[in-house]
């Protein structure tokens, strides 16, 4: 089972700002990668997939990068509804795996 | 619009049994790969199972190899899961989810669309 490990746990950040957040394999994974965003009570929503590609409707104040076993999802000119647990996960291998989230909060 | 709707949760003693469902409308259901995800009570997301378009090849996570069963019935636009001898670990959110498949062909096992989730509670 490849395992995702997201950094870091928590972060917060300032409206207007850029963040980045990380996310390493423990094997390679290529580029077979998505970050999602979920917001209390609701569904998890795609942002990224094939590890830089934004799924349809996201900002592009949202971009994704790398391949093999380092990803960053970073957020330009954070806004109050950024708000959320970020999860990144792997498509490459069976089982699919998911990182264990990073908090982002707005100050 | 394009949409997931999931039923069949509830609450069930441990060894009892489930069956999930879930209702696609807005999207031709039979080309794409399908998917349940659970979310435990102020957990993260875990993958559970997925079954690809024709419904020959089935994936499971090892936790419910065995007990869980997925299935789908393309003419009905739906997708199940029997879950069976079911455990107090078994209680989270599940969530159905849709593997991408984009306007360029791309296709992959990240979940661009997902439903609402329903709740399985397994309790005595």
Known sequence: EILMTQSPATLSVSPGERVTLSCEASQSVSKNFAWYQQKPGQAPRLLIYAASTRATGIPARFSGSGSGTEFTLTVSSLQSEDSAVYYCQQYDNWPRTFGQGTKLEIE | ?124
């Open chain 2, 1 to 124: 619009e394009v949409q997931l709707v999931e039923s069949g949760g509830g609450l069930v003693k441990p060894g009892g049994s489930l069956r999930l469902s879930c209702a696609a409308s807005g999207f031709d259901f039979k080309i794409y790969t399908m998917n349940w995800v659970r979310q435990a009570p102020g957990k993260g997301l875990e993958w559970v199972s997925s079954i690809i378009n024709n419904g020959l090849y089935l994936y499971y996570a090892d936790s419910v190899k065995g007990r869980f069963t997925i299935s789908r019935d393309n003419a009905e636009n739906s997708l199940f899961l029997r879950m069976n001898s079911l455990r107090g670990e078994d209680t989270a959110i599940y969530y159905c989810a849709r593997g991408v498949y984009d306007k360029n062909g791309y296709k992959g096992d990240a979940y661009d669309i997902w439903g609402r989730g329903t709740a399985v509670t397994v309790s005595s």
